[in-house]
């Protein structure tokens, strides 16, 4: 979101035994090239082999109750079990996630430093021009991880139940809504950014995470933000706010009652939240392999898949969970939000 490593036995035992029969010279060329391969790659081999060998730093870019937090807090046990080691969650919020980014970009490239971000890695991307950090270079994606749609989540006092309504509600009000997100760039500013747009008007108020937005709706600080599923479905079901829309295609299962955004506005107005696990550039591959592998047997423990489930999270596709399909879809993704960010004349502050 490779060939094994390694070889059939038998057949190094038929080109031992091959090699024996060669002349001195030859078999002293080959010893030397051995030793020379051996000197090369066994850091690399040990590091694989020994890895880890203390706590494994999880970075969450967002602040807590936001669902790449949410998400991180199912994630981070069930790949301590996999991985053989402990998991420790760091939140680095700040600047719609890139201070996460930027601590896990000045990491050492021993994969004891991973980065859980979300959709907003690639808006930033096409957003910002001058990040502390190289998007393309000094970050690589080990797997996607999870995909889930965004919700309208507003206070529970708004007189509208539905989008139609709420869009008319914007439009009418004395003052205009305030529209809470986890900064500029963040998916909850582009997910809740059409929706200003129908209405025709609405403050725009940036927070350090995707939480504190849903806590100051709840609160009735602000008028409405948009959260990611996993952190927007217990306050909607438990009466604390009010959901109006959900930004993927089809309507989610968790709240079969809430329209689509698309419905109403078109589908150029849908956000895709997925989240995608990443490290430092340089890592060894030896080490990203094993992530990645441990993070494959974490996707299928049944207390994770059950977690998931009750937070309306979907694992990622098969083909962006390996190293190929990863980079190609982050690239994609990154080329994606360019446009929108072009199209509909949005800058960083």
Known sequence: MRGPLGQDRNNDKKRQETSEETTVGVTRRSAVAAMAAATVLSPRVVLGQSW??????????????GGTDVLARIL??????????TVVIETVSGAAGNMGSARTARAAPDGYTLLLHNVGFAINAA????????????????????????????????????????????????????????????ASHFGIVPLARAAGRGDMIPYRGGGPAVQDVIAGHADLTASPLQAAVGPAQEGLAKAFAVTSAERAAMLPSVASLGEVLGPKALTNFWSVLMTRAGTPAAVTDKVRVALEAAL?????????????????????????????????????????????GIEAP
């Open 52 to 65: 880890p060998e203390r706590p494994i730093t999880l970075v969450v870019p967002f602040a807590p109750g």
């Open 76 to 85: 981070a046990p069930a790949l301590s079990e996999s991985i053989g080691g």
């Open 127 to 186: 957003l910002y021009r001058n990040l502390p950090f190289d998007s393309e270079t000094d970050l690589v994606p080990i797997a996607f991880v999870s995909d889930s749609p965004l919700v309208i989540l507003g206070r529970k006092t708004i007189p509208a139940t539905t989008l139609p309504e709420l869009i008319t509600w914007m439009k009418t009000s004395p003052m205009p809504a305030k529209l809470a997100h986890a900064g500029v760039g963040s």
């Open 300 to 344: 299928v423990q049944p207390a994770l898949l059950a977690a998931f489930d009750k937070a309306g999270v979907t694992v990622a596709a098969k083909q962006y969970r390996d190293e190929a399909g990863a980079r190609a879809l982050l690239r994609k993704e990154i080329a994606h939000w360019a446009e929108i960010v072009r199209d509909n």
